[in-house]
């Protein structure tokens, strides 16, 4: 028998209900509109049939499918407004409609609420569906709500009896049953309800004030608003969307980190607790199997996960969220997992992750990588592709001026052209991700390092390690790559690269400016040479090495000028337009001679070279005319490198060229560089009252002790012949300086004034035996970068500083298997014709195409003989035939020896002749 609310439904639609039941705060809809149902005794589908419209009533058994949380239409609010006597805004309110453009999108047509973290099902409090009877929070479908801060307790998973979850996909509500919302809803494999009453489900409960209650709440409030602008966040406010996907993200990480075996994570959160019977569950356990699957995350793993990532995205600074991030890759390192960039980072889709975990790898990143993902800065962030404008404003040497302020001054700096080729190989690696062999290619550093067998930006890199100057080194160059990236060059020095300079400065140009200028004896054909590999170098920005002039006029023996102190203002003058001309015939008409960015960018910085603009010029440019003074001497005088001189007098050349010629200056003595060095006052303070032996002053000064004796006399100051020790070299000091303090033999002979032979010879009367110098290399490292990271030991050798056989025979003796080295194999096909031009026409030896190639040697000595091509011999190979040759002439000068011992051979020639 139908029923009046039936009857009345079917004859007039939507009327108001016989009986009210208010919505309970933050309910969802359909939780409401079941308990409605429930207490009118009515299937759901009949109960949706009278309360919706009449265009859904047809089917009343296929209104269970529809899923009125996520929407509602217009006719449906109403209808349902009318018939229950509840405002149309407060019915809204049950539904995803206030979440909408928050947490996610509500899909109108699919009636889905669609989130970047999917979660399909509802977790509940048992106190709450008791206390309410039945009664469902919308805020339970949330993958983030885990916790109840009414009952501070975790929210529970599932049903305890069927061990299934109360799922919130379209038709969690039966059609044709009447809704008892209380009851576990699972359907088992025969069809039945399993009903168990879901109140009595156990949970965990929490403290007041416990961590996950907190975390909970933070994470409430953050998501009430639709920018989040707290903790690192700060400075760069997010959506909401964005702060969750992170949130994911991050969550999910330390739940994947947290060791099974390990449970003080839980314990120290709520010591006491029945949390650990909770991690012990059958649930908690298959999810930390196999954490990857689909399965849902349970409450207990999601709290510590969201409590862990809170506590990172709230952080003030990256620094401070770097070091909380610290135990998760640790605890990934000892799983056996990826910690390194490319696995964690998450290429921009998630900024803030990835400023995060580049922070706090950064220790055990390269520089090249350091630089690629920006690592010194406020905010690093994943590196892009590389950029076709960046090849085009840096050159392949770095501006002189930079180089300058970059480098050290330190004598072991190399070749100039080198060093600054490395420097621009790190400003191009400043957010690029190409490889090493790419930007070498690219900024034709690869012929370079080729030609001296080596990587100039390996040399700039532990140049820089050894001095301690690196983090604002990195800082410099970062600056100066967004300044490019901002400004681009004037000067496109990827087409410079390309032109061909050997028609730079013809000689019927230099002939008229040598005839027009006093030079004095110079060589007019050598000076011209030199002044074009000036002007290519000025022009290219490529090293000397690669001029096309070098190889035809080798540079004089003993030749003391250099083309810098030829350029007065009216030849400077000459070269550049010679050099504009020069750069027309290429089609260059928009662009300078040269250029170079401001210095301004790093004035705050404190780098490790001078600052050239506060050198004095006017007196540079006099020590080098009045003495008249090399270059190397004009900077010895003032302190500072050759490259500094140089640079500053090409910026303010000289008023007239140096005209020395064959008169070459007296090239100073020991003595006279002495004497600048080491005062008379100070060495008689230092040998009459300190009592320091003139070996020690030498070796203080770095003078040899013969000349400070030579000092002395010519100051009058009495040599002591016995040097009075500041304190007896006994076995227990020297035994704990040398041994346990580990100082060397020089630093302790230099503090008792004997040289360090003599003190080698007393720590062996004493018994004290010499140290075994053993690199600084520790086995979980090689481990954790050879096993690991898959790295090669030639990278990890120069990383550490040692050679490949070194740190080879170190893994041996700590157990290490170690790898056969793969085969090198060709990068780019090689052609009999490109084989045939490099080997016949260009007349290059096997030895320097290998490099190009990248193949071994014996490799195109194969593919020469399939080719049918003729090798040549070596010159070494040259040289020791003609060495046996002569001994078998020697041999064949006595007749009756050759003929006794090979008479075949003295035949011949006898025929021959």
């Known amino acids: 028998m139908a029923t009046a609310v039936e009857m009345s439904g079917a004859r007039l639609g939507p009327r108001t209900l ?190 007041k004030g416990h961590p996950f209650l907190k975390a909970q709440a933070a994470l409430s409030n953050i998501l009430s608003d639709a920018t989040v602008a707290a903790g690192l966040y700060g400075t760069m406010p997010a959506s909401t969307k964005q702060f969750l996907a992170d949130l994911r993200l991050l969550a999910m990480r330390f739940a994947e980190a947290i060791d099974p075996r390990e449970r003080t994570v839980i314990t120290s959160l709520h010591p006491g607790s029945d949390l650990v019977a909770v991690w ?185 390690r050894d001095h301690g100057w690196w983090p604002n080194v990195a800082t410099a160059l970062t600056r100066l790559a967004d300044h490019l990236a901002d400004h681009p060059s004037p000067i496109d020095y990827a087409t410079r690269r390309r032109l061909d300079y050997r028609k730079l400065l013809p000689d019927n140009d230099w002939r008229e400016i040598f005839a027009s200028t006093d030079f004095g004896n110079l060589d007019c054909a050598h000076t011209g040479q030199r002044v074009r590999n000036w002007m290519f170098e000025r022009i290219s920005m490529l090293p000397a090495d690669m001029s096309p002039f070098t190889a035809r006029n080798p540079e004089p023996a003993g030749h003391v000028l250099e083309p810098i102190e030829l350029l007065a203002p009216p030849i400077a003058d000459r070269l550049d337009t010679i050099a504009s001309r020069f750069l027309q015939q290429h089609r260059i008409v928009d662009e300078p001679v040269a250029w170079s960015p401001p210095l301004s960018l790093v004035a705050d910085l404190d780098l490790p070279g001078p600052d ?27 302190g500072v490198r050759p490259r500094v001189v140089r ?86 000091w020297l035994y704990r300086e040398y041994i346990v303090n580990e100082r060397t033999m020089e630093d302790i002979a230099l503090e008792v004034g004997i040289s360090p032979w003599t003190l080698r010879a007393r720590a062996s009367e004493l018994g004290i035996h010499k140290r075994r110098v053993t690199p600084p290399i520790s086995e979980a490292w090689i481990y954790q970068e050879y096993m690991v990271n898959k790295r090669s030991l030639t990278d990890m050798a120069l990383d550490a500083g040692v050679d490949r056989q070194v740190l080879a025979r170190r893994a041996h003796n700590l157990g290490i298997p170690v790898r056969r080295n793969p085969p090198r194999r060709a990068t780019s096909v090689i052609t009999r014709e490109r084989f045939y031009a490099e080997y016949v026409t260009k007349n290059r030896s096997l030895r320097d195409m290998e490099r190009d190639f990248e193949v071994s040697h014996g490799t195109l000595r194969k593919l020469a003989n399939g080719w049918g091509i003729p090798l040549r011999r070596s010159r070494q190979r040259q040289a020791t035939l003609a060495t046996q040759t002569g001994r078998t002439r020697s041999q064949r000068s006595d007749p009756e020896r050759q003929s006794e011992k090979r008479p075949h051979v003295f035949n011949r020639r006898s025929q021959t002749r």
């Open 18 to 207: 016989p009986l009210g039941i208010m919505p309970v705060p933050g309910e969802a809809l359909e939780s409401w509109l079941a308990a409605l149902a429930q207490c009118l005794d009515l299937q759901w589908g009949k109960f949706l049939s009278v309360i919706l419209p009449r265009s859904l009533v047809p089917r009343p058994h296929s209104l269970g499918r529809l899923d009125l949380t996520a929407h509602l239409t217009e006719a449906e609010l109403r209808s349902i407004s009318a018939a229950t006597g509840v405002d149309a805004a407060f019915i809204e309110a049950l539904t995803w409609r206030r979440f909408d453009g928050l947490v996610g999108t509500v899909d109108v047509a699919q009636r889905q609420m669609k989130m970047s973290w999917p979660f399909r099902r509802f977790r509940f409090c048992p106190e709450c569906v008791a206390d309410s009877h039945g009664r469902w929070q919308l805020e339970w479908r949330l993958p983030w709500v885990f916790a109840c801060q009414k009952h501070f307790r975790l929210l529970a998973d599932s049903c305890p009896a069927c061990g299934h979850t109360q799922r919130t996909s379209r038709g969690w509500l039966r059609g044709d049953l009447v809704p008892a919302p209380e009851l576990c809803r699972a359907t088992a494999p025969d069809g039945s309800r399993c009903g168990h009453l879901l109140s009595a489900t156990s949970t965990s409960a929490l403290t």
């Open 280 to 464: 012990d569950s059958v649930e908690v356990r298959r999810w930390r199997a196999s954490p990857k699957t689909r399965r849902t995350v349970p409450a207990l793993i999601a709290a510590v996960g969201i409590t862990s990532a809170l506590e990172v995205l709230l952080c003030r600074s990256v620094d401070e969220a770097a070091t909380r991030m610290q135990p998760l890759l640790a605890t990934r390192r000892q799983a056996g997992n990826s910690v390194y960039n490319g696995a964690l980072t998450t290429r921009n889709r998630n900024p803030v992750i990835d400023a995060v975990t580049v922070r706090a790898l950064r220790d055990s990143m390269g520089p090249l990588d350091q630089l690629r993902y920006r690592a010194w800065e406020p905010l690093p962030r994943w590196s892009r592709k590389l950029d076709a404008s960046a090849l085009r404003s840096i050159p392949t040497c770095l501006w002189s001026d930079w180089a300058i302020r970059l480098l050290p001054p330190d004598r072991r700096t190399g070749r100039r052209g080198a060093t600054r080729a490395g420097l621009a190989m790190l400003l191009l690696a400043v957010g690029n991700r190409a490889s090493e062999p790419e930007m070498a290619k690219n900024l034709a550093i690869a012929r370079l390092a080729a030609k001296h067998a080596e990587n100039p930006w390996i040399r700039v890199r532990l140049l820089l």
């Open 612 to 638: 050239v603009e506060a050198l004095n010029i006017e007196v540079l440019h006099q020590a080098i005319l009045a003495g008249p003074r090399s270059i190397s001497g004009a900077a010895e005088g003032m």
């Open 647 to 732: 640079h500053l007098l090409e910026r303010s050349p000289l008023p007239q060229p140096v005209c020395r010629g064959q008169q070459r200056p007296k090239k100073p003595t020991r003595l006279d560089r002495a004497r600048l060095r080491l005062p008379g006052a100070e060495l008689a303070r230092l040998h009459e009252q300190k009592k320091w032996s003139l070996y020690a002053i030498g070796k203080y000064f770095g003078i040899d002790s013969d000349v400070v004796k030579q000092l002395a006399v010519e100051q009058g100051i009495v040599i002591n012949l016995v040097s009075v020790l500041p304190k007896p070299v006994d076995a227990e």
